[in-house]
């Protein structure tokens, strides 16, 4: 079974804050993304990567960085946290070789006050 | 860019009657479509994806037909479980990127006794 981890799985920070939000998966995927889930909004495409040291800009980029550290770690930044990113993230890997099938990690629950 | 509508936002259905939920599409590119599955607390996984226009494709009782002259592709099954109560969401992979999806707003199905 697939498996996506990631951490932490709860966070409160205040705004301007500072937050790392980190995913690893044991898949040997090569592609890893990061979604935002909000009611009414579905899943939205924040960044995405295809390797170690690779980063495409998603559908919601817009105050987020990321970066991809190794095939296996792939982690979300927030350098001033404002209350509309408080939303619950999670992380995804796929591969070709797996039919492109999207396997989510528990995600991770920001709220930003 | 690539959309997708799923227009109902809750589907309330007793045990054992049938249920189709609604899944339409937008992109310039020859489409993929997937249905994943959410239930309560869980991460969202895979249900089903689709296969040649209008051929069927079924995954534990749940079926879907991709019909790219309507650019459809509808969620159904015979006679629901309280089991099946979760949140669907229906996702694109178009528009050259076969590894970036595009997710609708999602469909809450709640089964009653």
């Known amino acids: 079974e697939a498996a996506v981890t990631q951490s932490p799985r709860n966070k409160v920070t205040v705004t301007g804050g500072n937050v790392t939000l980190s995913c690893r998966q044991t898949?040997?995927?090569?592609?890893m993304y990061w979604y935002r889930q909000d009611t009414g909004h579905g899943l939205r495409l924040i960044h995405y990567?295809?390797?170690?040291?690779?980063?495409q800009i998603g559908d919601v980029p817009d105050g987020y960085k990321a970066t991809r550290t190794t095939q296996e770690d792939f982690f979300l930044l927030l350098e001033l946290a404002s209350p509309s990113q408080t939303s619950l993230y999670f992380c995804?890997?796929?591969?070709?070789?797996?039919?492109?099938?999207?396997?989510f990690g528990e995600g991770s629950r920001l709220i930003v006050v | 860019g690539d959309s997708v509508t799923q227009t109902e936002g809750l589907v309330t259905l007793t045990k054992g009657l049938p249920v189709m939920l609604n899944c339409t599409y937008q992109?310039?590119?020859?489409?993929?479509l997937f249905w994943y599955v959410q239930h309560l607390n869980e991460a969202p996984k895979l249900l089903l994806k689709?296969?040649?226009?209008?051929k069927r494709t079924e995954h534990q009782g749940f079926y879907a037909t991709l019909h790219k002259s309507s650019s459809s592709f509808h969620l159904q099954k015979s006679s629901v479980q309280l089991s099946d109560s979760a949140l669907y969401f229906c996702?694109?992979?178009?528009?050259?990127?076969?590894?970036?999806?595009?997710f609708g707003a999602g469909t809450r199905l709640a089964v009653c006794p």
């Open positions: 990567s295809y390797g170690a040291g690779n980063l």
């Open positions: 898949n040997s995927h090569n592609y």
């Open positions: 996702a694109l992979s178009g528009t050259g990127s076969f590894n970036k999806l595009t």
């Open positions: 689709s296969s040649t226009d209008n």
């Open positions: 995804a890997s796929s591969d070709p070789r797996s039919g492109n099938t999207l396997y």
């Open positions: 992109t310039t590119y020859s489409p993929f």
